[in-house]
């Protein structure tokens, strides 16, 4: 495997490309197998990008573990590990993307400009690497949905493919936040994917609602931020005709930001 800040080192044939910001756990390499069923080379990103973090203390407590990243990214097939530096990315001014009303709502209002921060770093990364493919997780299913609507109205040409959520044994899904959980934080949080789970086999809008909402509050030490259903084609909230729905959880676990979804498919009366 090929570890360069230069792109010039590699930017040529047909490449898949996973953009991340290190850290990397099951997760990534998850996202960079799928990556390996694509492309003729596939490229995998480290880059903290400072513009989507809402203070410096969050972006100096972000988990930097650079010589499991690459053992992790050349087993899940990785054949380029690229470094760049921030001048790399930002060499002069920045040249902002706005993420429109979607980027104001849920993930949006908790995080000011979060995703503004997102998209101008993924603009650039595209820019950049000329991927034929990139593949973002469903787990944040916010940031896929505006990356998509990102690369429509920009027509940029690659193909943003999605990739599954990928859960530990107990039904959590993987991030690289969860280090910071305590074994008592873990079992609170558990309390996302049980109430995703029950909502999903309801059979109205109305009673997955009512579902998610009572399995949410019945975890004491869960501080919930959001939790709603959406239509997966607007992002508005879903209706009863809605042909596809997802929930979406968003809250703290002692502090810990954590966030998940689930489709809810129509369940049989």
Same mark, same amino acid.
């Given at each position: 495997?090929?570890?360069?800040?230069?792109?010039?080192?590699?930017?040529?044939?047909?490449?898949?490309? +996973?953009?991340?910001?290190?850290? &990397?756990?099951?997760?990534?390499?998850?996202? %960079?197998?799928?990556?390996?069923?694509?492309?003729?080379?596939?490229? /995998?990103? @480290?880059? /903290?990008?400072?513009?989507?973090?809402?203070?410096?203390?969050? &972006?100096?407590?972000?988990?930097?573990?650079?010589?499991?990243?690459?053992?992790?990214?050349?087993?899940?097939?990785?054949?380029? &590990?690229?470094?760049?530096?921030?001048?790399?990315?930002? =060499?002069?001014? !920045?040249?902002?993307?706005?993420?429109?009303?979607?980027?104001? %709502?849920?993930?949006?209002?908790?995080? =000011?400009?979060?995703?503004?921060? +997102?998209?101008?770093?993924?603009?650039?990364?595209?820019?950049?690497?000329? =991927?034929?493919?990139? %593949? #973002?997780?469903?787990?944040?299913?916010?940031?896929? #949905?505006? @990356?998509?609507?990102? +690369?429509?109205?920009?027509?940029?040409?690659?193909?943003?493919?999605?990739?599954?959520? +990928?859960?530990?044994?107990?039904?959590?899904?993987?991030?690289?936040?969860?280090?910071?959980?305590?074994?008592?934080?873990?079992?609170?949080?558990? /309390?996302?994917? *049980?109430?995703?789970?029950?909502? *999903?086999?309801?059979?109205?809008?109305?009673?997955?609602?009512?579902?998610?909402?009572?399995?949410?509050?019945?975890? =004491?030490?869960?501080?919930?931020?959001?939790?709603? !259903? !959406?239509?997966?084609?607007? #992002?508005?909230?879903?209706?009863?005709?809605?042909?596809?729905?997802?929930?979406?959880?968003?809250?703290?676990?002692?502090?810990?930001? &954590?966030?998940?979804?689930?489709?809810?498919?129509?369940?049989?009366?």
């Amino acid at each position: 495997m090929l570890i360069t800040s230069n792109t010039q080192e590699f930017r040529a044939g047909n490449i898949a490309f +996973v953009p991340t910001m290190g850290a &990397l756990h099951k997760g990534h390499a998850s996202l %960079i197998n799928q990556a390996r069923q694509l492309g003729e080379k596939v490229v /995998v990103s @480290i880059f /903290v990008n400072p513009l989507q973090f809402e203070n410096k203390s969050d &972006l100096e407590k972000y988990p930097s573990t650079p010589e499991m990243d690459a053992e992790i990214a050349e087993s899940a097939g990785a054949d380029v &590990l690229w470094l760049p530096n921030t001048s790399d990315i930002y =060499p002069g001014e !920045i040249k902002t993307v706005e993420p429109g009303p979607i980027g104001n %709502i849920f993930e949006g209002e908790s995080r =000011p400009a979060h995703f503004q921060g +997102v998209l101008t770093v993924v603009k650039r990364l595209f820019d950049l690497v000329q =991927p034929h493919w990139a %593949i #973002f997780g469903e787990k944040d299913y916010q940031q896929l #949905f505006l @990356i998509q609507q990102m +690369v429509r109205e920009l027509q940029i040409p690659v193909s943003v493919v999605p990739g599954e959520t +990928v859960r530990d044994l107990d039904g959590l899904a993987i991030s690289s936040r969860n280090v910071r959980l305590s074994e008592q934080d873990r079992n609170a949080a558990l /309390v996302i994917s *049980r109430a995703l789970n029950s909502a *999903r086999g309801m059979h109205t809008l109305s009673a997955k609602q009512e579902t998610l909402d009572e399995a949410l509050f019945s975890e =004491p030490l869960f501080r919930r931020d959001y939790a709603c !259903i !959406i239509d997966e084609a607007t #992002f508005e909230l879903a209706s009863e005709t809605t042909v596809s729905k997802r929930a979406l959880v968003a809250g703290w676990v002692n502090g810990v930001r &954590l966030i998940d979804n689930m489709p809810m498919k129509v369940s049989a009366q």
